[in-house]
């Protein structure tokens, strides 16, 4: 089974400052998807950004970025220019074929952007 | 395209009554997912459908829980004889292009 890991509980930015979000997960798989939702407090899922793992070029959405290490099995989250709405909940989360695309969540990394 | 929608998005119960929720997934999509989400946690897969058909159920989805999509439509969660344990947010999500699921604003259940 895969397993999604985010070691970060809570981070802290000050506004306009730059910030990572660390994510490692555990696959056998070659071909799978990688992802990165944002939660806002009493708000819904939505998605940040996505990732095939077949494509070696980092995925890139306007502030935010990743950082794709396929050998590490590495997939961390970049987030420039941070602003007061980017403060959510961050969930990492895996998807293969395999498991009916069906997403594989880590324990979500809680980010506070501070004026 | 409006959105994956959710009903009702809370839910008061006392234990051991029944409850049900209803999805209704982006139109076009033909999966539509099935999760639950503790406080501080990640959400956690129950079931999926590709149409009508259930395809997949987790271990967590014990014999108090059945999932329903008729026609292809909508979906519907029925969680029978509820426990304090069964208090969670439900989402729901549709897979649309890209392999990208797309999801609902959730039913959070609350069993006194």
């Known amino acids: 089974a895969q397993t999604v890991t985010q070691s970060q509980p809570e981070m802290s930015v000050q506004e306009a400052e730059t910030v990572t979000l660390s994510c490692t997960y555990d696959?056998?798989?070659?071909?799978?998807?990688l992802f990165w939702y944002k939660q806002p407090p009493s708000r819904q899922m939505i998605l940040v950004i996505r990732?095939?793992?077949?494509?070696?070029q980092n995925a890139t959405e306007n502030r935010f970025s990743v950082n794709f290490q396929k050998a590490a099995k590495s997939f961390s989250l970049k987030i420039s220019d941070s602003q007061l709405g980017d403060t959510a909940m961050y969930f990492c989360?895996?998807?293969?074929?395999?498991?009916?695309?069906?997403?594989?969540f880590g324990k979500g990394t809680s980010l506070l952007v501070t004026p | 395209d409006t959105g994956v929608s959710q009903d009702p998005r809370h839910k008061i119960t006392k234990r051991g009554q029944n409850v049900t929720f209803r999805c209704d997934p982006i139109s076009e999509h033909n999966r539509l997912y099935w999760y639950r989400q503790t406080l501080g946690q990640g959400p956690e897969f129950l079931t999926y459908f590709q149409n009508e058909a259930q395809l997949e159920k987790s271990r967590l989805l014990s014999d108090r829980f059945s999932a329903e999509r008729p026609k292809g439509s909508f979906s519907t969660l029925e969680i029978q004889r509820t426990e304090q344990g069964d208090s969670a947010m439900y989402l729901c999500a549709s897979l649309g292009s890209g392999e990208t699921q797309y999801f609902g604003p959730g039913t959070r259940l609350l069993v006194l």
């Open positions: 989360a895996f998807m293969n074929s395999n498991s009916g695309y069906a997403l594989n």
């Open positions: 990732q095939e793992a077949y494509k070696q």
């Open positions: 696959t056998s798989e070659s071909n799978y998807y």
